[in-house]
């Protein structure tokens, strides 16, 4: 029997592999991007977008600005209440004299003399003021004054002995104030109480002496030498002519290498106006005291104000700043300009009198 012939498999060649055919995409992809309207669209919220932040940079920028303003104008308020307030305590400070056993001076003494029999007299007073002044009538300080301010003097000494520490020796130059401790006949044990110390310019003539004197004149050993000061504060229209900075100032006597002369030094910008009333033992605080010995304490009222002005702002507001001298309230007229204002208050103890006064 003859067997039927076998089916072979195509032969498959070694060396090529095996093909699989790809299918075709139906449709060739296209490449897609942005249409006209599209970029119209994107630039306008684009630019929405950077006009919101551009106002806000510009808000924040205006609002900065009047945080430095409203800063600037609290530090110097508060500088200003606590240059006047450091100095008000101590006035009357004269080191081992005490100014309660001389002679109070027979009229009010002139704030601005300079001359040694008058800055003698004038000891007794540590504190002075001219109420509501005027530049005619101190001849000391700026024509510049702004009018219906309030002028203060303040005498001491300085708390440092003359050439220790920080402080200026008597070769300097100045005027001094020796406090004798000595109580001898020439002395503390003298009957005339300009015996009682030395006020002076020349060194030489600083002879008081201290516990340790001898009854011969002129023996022991010498008493210590403080500088003596005189400060007058005012207020000026301007800082430097014509910049429209309304400036508190000081008149100082004296001082290194100055001689007997009042020498202008610019202490805050920016405070408008003062205000001050003065206390006496009784409790009653008056713009113009019949007494200037008898006080010892003081309201001081500052109304500072800001050195640049904001130009969407009107200061509509008026200000009380204390009593004048008939007790009726100084009220100031709202200005009605773009400077922003506020007022600073505080009430000092006048150490030294008041302690004298103390029972």
């Known amino acids: 029997m003859i067997s039927p012939p076998t089916q ?15 299918p075709c995409p139906s449709r060739r992809l296209r490449q897609a991007g942005f249409t006209l309207v599209e970029l119209m669209i994107a630039s306008a919220i684009g630019l929405v977008i950077l006009a919101g932040m551009a106002s806000l940079f510009v808000s924040n920028s205006k609002i900065q600005a009047e945080i430095e303003k409203a800063n600037r104008q609290v530090e110097n308020g508060r500088y200003g209440i606590e240059l006047l307030s450091t100095d008000l305590t101590n006035a009357g400070f004269y080191g081992e004299l005490d100014p309660s056993a001389l002679p109070p001076p027979t ?16 000891l007794p007073l540590a504190v002075q003021g ?79 002496h201290m516990r340790d004197c001898s009854t011969v004149a002129g023996t022991g050993t010498a008493a210590v030498v403080r500088r003596y000061l005189v400060h007058i504060y005012y207020i000026t229209n301007n800082d430097n002519p014509g910049d429209g900075i309304p400036t508190l100032k000081r008149a100082e006597l004296g001082g290194p290498d100055k001689g007997l002369v009042f020498t202008e030094v610019p202490l ?9 009333e003065y206390g006496m033992g ?74 004298r006064k103390a029972p």
């Not at 704030?111 to 004038?122: N, P, V």
């Not at 805050?268 to 001050?276: A, D, F």
């Open 8 to 22: 072979q498999a195509p032969h498959m060649h070694p060396s090529r592999p095996s093909r699989r055919r790809r």
């Open 107 to 122: 009229a009010l003494p002139d704030a601005c003399a300079t001359d040694l029999a008058s800055l003698s007299a004038a």
């Open 130 to 208: 001219v109420d509501q002044a005027d530049a005619s009538s101190l001849s000391c300080i700026s024509t510049d004054l702004k009018p219906n301010t309030d002028v203060v003097v303040v005498r001491r000494t300085e708390t440092c002995v003359a050439g220790t520490g920080n402080c200026a020796g008597v070769a300097d130059g100045g005027v001094f104030l020796q406090a004798s401790l000595c109580n001898n006949s020439s002395e503390l044990g003298s009957s005339t109480p300009t015996d009682f110390y030395n006020l002076d310019s020349d060194p030489t003539k600083l002879t008081r």
């Open 268 to 276: 805050v910008e920016g405070i408008e106006n003062m205000q001050l």
């Open 282 to 355: 009784n409790g009653v605080f008056s713009a113009a005291p019949a007494d200037w010995s008898a006080v010892i304490a003081v309201k001081l009222n500052l109304l500072a104000r800001n050195i640049d002005q904001t130009i969407d702002y009107t200061d509509t507001k008026s200000y009380t700043l204390g009593r004048d001298a008939s007790g009726a309230a100084i009220a100031i007229a709202a200005a009605n300009d773009h400077y922003k204002r506020h007022v600073f208050q505080s009430q000092v103890i006048l150490r030294n009198p008041a302690g």
